[in-house]
């Protein structure tokens, strides 16, 4: 069954400091892969999805995601973090074409940022 | 601007009523979704369309109807037979439900659904 992990359910980084949040899936075949952003009380906001040629995407905000086909991961970094990128943020894959393309969403990873 | 209305924001419910959380989208996409969120357990997929007069059920369809009667629009009735109301719900759509970008989804602002 296709799945979504994110190991870290809370990552706490000082401002100006790297982070880097864990996806790995589980998907039968080539996977669209997608992080979103959501800040508490708001809907999601897409950072940035991979679909297919370069391993390394960038998005919006900063923020990059490397595939890893052999690993089955989708790690998101960035070199500095801010204090507005205090959010939850989620990974998911998909499509499930049997289920209208739905994705399947992580269980989130809380970032906090200290100053 | 393009974009996913929800409404109410914020919603209160007395056990043993139902209500309908609005869904209003501006993209001309043909699918939309319906999203329940609870801390810790990430997005969970109620129901979706494809489109227009057509639904399925998703995960956790149970308590809940929809309809589909204009493109633009998907509401949600959270019904008295659903034992756990009181959540997020996320409203989301995208382009169609072939090709490439057709799994990318719009999400709408939430709404947070309390029952008394």
């Known amino acids: 069954a296709q799945s979504v992990t994110q190991p870290d359910i809370h990552i706490t980084v000082s401002e100006g400091a790297s982070l880097e949040l864990r996806c790995n899936y589980s998907y039968g075949a080539t996977p669209y892969l997608f992080w979103y952003v959501q800040s508490p009380g708001q809907g999601l906001q897409l950072l940035l999805k991979?679909?297919?040629?370069?391993?390394l995407v960038q998005g919006i905000k900063g923020f990059e995601a490397e595939f890893k086909r052999s690993q089955s991961s989708f790690n998101l970094r960035k070199p500095s973090v801010h204090w507005s990128d205090a959010a939850e943020y989620f990974c998911a894959v998909g499509p499930l074409m049997e289920y209208g393309n739905k994705l399947v969403f992580g269980a989130g990873t809380i970032l906090r940022v200290k100053s | 601007d393009g974009g996913i209305t929800q409404s109410p924001k914020y919603l209160f419910r007395k056990e043993g009523q139902n209500v309908t959380l609005s869904c209003e989208q501006n993209?001309?996409?043909?699918?939309m979704y319906w999203y329940r969120q609870d801390p810790g357990q990430g997005l969970r997929l109620i129901y979706y369309?494809?489109?227009?007069?057509?639904?399925q059920k998703g995960d956790i369809a149970e308590g809940y109807s929809v309809s589909r009667e204009k493109k633009e629009s998907f509401p949600l009735t959270v019904t008295s037979a659903q034992k756990n109301p009181t959540a997020f719900y996320l409203c989301?759509?995208?382009?169609?439900?072939?090709?490439?970008?057709?799994?990318?989804?719009?999400f709408g602002p939430g709404t947070r659904l309390t029952v008394l």
């Open positions: 993209l001309n996409h043909d699918a």
């Open positions: 989301a759509s995208s382009i169609s439900s072939g090709g490439t970008h057709s799994s990318e989804q719009f």
């Open positions: 369309s494809q489109i227009v007069n057509d639904f």
């Open positions: 991979y679909f297919s040629g370069d391993t």
